[in-house]
T-cell receptor, first 110, second 112 residues
Framework: RKEVEQDPGPFNVPEGATVAFNCTYSNSASQSFFWYRQDCRKEPKLLMSVYSSGNEDGRFTAQLNRASQYISLLIRDSKLSDSATYLC???????????FGRGTSLIVHP | NAGVTQTPKFQVLKTGQSMTLQCAQDMNHNSMYWYRQDPGMGLRLIYYSASEGTTDKGEVPNGYNVSRLNKREFSLRLESAAPSQTSVYFCAIAGGHSYEQYFGPGTRLTVT
């Protein structure tokens, strides 16, 4: 089983739609969780950290479910500019090395 | 405040040539990393430096060497480039409470 698993997609949605991605992780000792966004041929950029109680940043909501070992990202009112690959990242406490999922591709069309 | 800078942005090498990729940060973070990203493979860690004065191998270190020159700078050297090293190379830094990573813009390397 891969340490961090994501559905590669692509998720093809119209503008204005709500879309959700899940990511599962295998290490129950994981302590830190993040979502990154990567545009084609660009570097990954931190979208948001994921906190135990869940957190929201504008149209983006992240949730953590420790019992089932998954994190989720919800995007409301999708924009064309949201088209990108979304990377799930998990890190154990005391570890310097995060584990990246391979990403979920999102395509938002007019 | 540039964050993380990488040079060069693009490079073409012939098999057997050597080169050094440079990474510098102005965020005063302790840890620095080198990744490569190939189509369909995701990010793979080559080497990392948890703090100034230390370096450790990652998932795919063969064919590479690194130097943590000081707290700001972390270089990646290819001693004898091979076509299999054609890739996009990203430098990243991490620090602070959550230890989230910040990436440089990448170096696109082609080895012919």
């Amino acid at each position: 089983r891969k340490e961090v698993e994501q559905d590669p997609g692509p998720f093809n949605v119209p503008e204005g739609a709500t879309v959700a991605f899940n990511c599962t992780y295998s290490n129950s000792a994981s302590q830190s969780f993040f979502w990154y966004r990567q545009d084609c041929r660009k570097e990954p950029k931190l979208l948001m950290s994921v906190y135990s109680s869940g957190n929201e940043d504008g149209r983006f909501t992240a949730q953590l479910n420790r019992a089932s070992q998954y994190i989720s990202l919800l995007i409301r009112d999708s924009k064309l500019s949201d088209s990108a690959t979304y990377l799930c990242v998990v890190k154990g406490g005391g570890s310097y090395i995060p584990t990246f999922g391979r990403g979920t591709s999102l395509i938002v069309h007019p | 405040n540039a964050g993380v800078t990488q040079t060069p942005k693009f490079q073409v090498l012939k098999t057997g040539q050597s080169m050094t990729l440079q990474c510098a940060q102005d965020m005063n973070h302790n840890s620095m990393y080198w990744y490569r990203q190939d189509p369909g493979m995701g990010l793979r860690l080559i080497y990392y430096s948890a703090s100034e004065g230390t370096t450790d191998k990652g998932e795919v270190p063969n064919g590479y060497n690194v130097s943590r020159l000081n707290k700001r700078e972390f270089s990646l050297r290819l001693e004898s480039a091979a076509p299999s090293q054609t890739s996009v190379y990203f430098c990243a830094i991490a620090g602070g409470h959550s230890y989230e990573q910040y990436f440089g813009p990448g170096t696109r390397l082609t080895v012919t």
